[in-house]
């Protein structure tokens, strides 16, 4: 008789294969009655784990994570954690990690070379993303997890936050404290236009299952660092007849330029103006002059501990169909947002 796979279980339990194993393995937050389903067939049908073999090279395979040189310098304080539970969890498992920091000047042939040079026999990329790259390293047995970064969801295995999700339950929280005038603020990211666009697009969700009204008079989208145009148009919004009460912003890092910014043009926060940020933790909040911002966190530890997941199931059923898993974002309340005295 056949072995029992994990794909096996899957179809049995009617969930997806990273469901299943993360399941076995104690990880992710799945419903009980789920993981009870699928632990009482694992035994029913007899599953055993089996140990991934080695690729075909002929030493033993590492796994790498590779950080991308990020657009913003403040990005590394938020990248970081990924790549310190990303190491302890491929050492916990017994593999070797290499970490990576990709040098702009880098092309996709060089890198191909680094890691097949290494003997590396599985990727984990942290923002970080190249698609010509990426499809070599496939094509040669190599599998990629890309992690949090949601442009080439399409075409590879990727573990996300759930952007449009988050940004709908930031604007959510704004509308149950009783705000009716809302503004948005973002800033364009040409490397993450998808992440923009989701962020918005579950502003604009709730904002039209509350019946508020969505004004363009009331969005802010300038370049950053430049303050000095995020001043001017945020000075333009407060000397409407009707300015918002609310603002939600597209991350932590841009919403302490908002909240600087108010606080010049005499609002303050939360008093005048509440402000919440879509995404994040950007900021670091262990430092104590950094102002206090509510955000919508990205659960990083979680997102390595699914991203391990989904690789143990690759090894064991490789060539299946491209997974996403996307994950829940949590408010973490830091004081800056009140209720509407209007």
């Given amino acids: 008789m056949d072995r029992t796979t994990l794909k096996d279980l899957a179809q049995a339990a009617g969930v997806s294969v990273a469901a ?12 009980a009655p789920v993981a009870e389903r699928v632990r009482n067939l694992a035994t029913e049908l007899g599953y055993k784990k089996i140990v991934p073999s080695r690729p075909s090279l002929t030493r033993r395979f590492k796994y790498v994570s590779i950080l991308q040189r990020e657009d913003f310098p403040y990005l590394w304080n938020f990248s970081q954690p990924f790549a310190t539970w990303l190491e302890e969890e491929v050492i916990r498992m017994g593999y070797y990690p290499i970490i990576l920091h990709i040098p702009p000047t880098a092309t996709p042939k060089s890198v191909f070379k680094e890691i097949t040079g290494a003997r590396i026999g599985a990727v984990f990329a942290i923002h970080y993303a190249d698609p010509e790259l990426f499809a070599e390293l496939e094509a040669v047995g190599i599998p990629v997890i890309i992690i949090n970064n949601s442009e080439y969801q399409a075409r590879f295995f990727s573990v996300l936050a759930d952007e449009v999700q988050g940004s709908y339950e930031a604007t959510m929280r704004l509308v149950n404290l009783g705000h009716r005038r809302i503004g948005y603020a973002d800033y364009p990211r040409p490397n993450y236009p998808t992440l923009v666009n989701d962020r918005f697009f579950g502003f604009r969700k709730a904002m039209d299952e509350s019946g508020l009204e969505y004004s363009d008079g009331h969005r802010v989208a300038v370049n950053l660092p430049d303050f000095d145009s995020l001043l001017f148009r945020i000075g333009e919004i407060y000397r409407q007849p009707a300015p918002p009460t609310a603002f939600a912003v ?24 509440s402000l919440i940020a879509t995404g994040g933790d950007v900021l670091d909040y262990r430092v104590p002059f950094i102002r206090k911002i509510d955000t919508m966190q990205i659960d990083q530890r979680l997102m390595v501990s699914m991203a391990w997941s989904l690789l143990e199931a690759r090894l064991q059923q490789p060539g299946g169909p491209i997974q996403v898993l996307k994950t829940r974002m949590p408010y973490i309340d830091r004081g800056s947002c009140r209720f509407d005295m209007d």
């Fill in 20 to 31: 299943v194993s993360m399941i076995l393995a104690g990880k992710g937050k799945i419903s």
């Fill in 250 to 273: 597209h991350d932590d890092y841009f919403a302490a330029y908002v909240l600087e910014a108010l606080s010049r043009l005499g609002r303050q926060v939360p008093r005048d103006v």
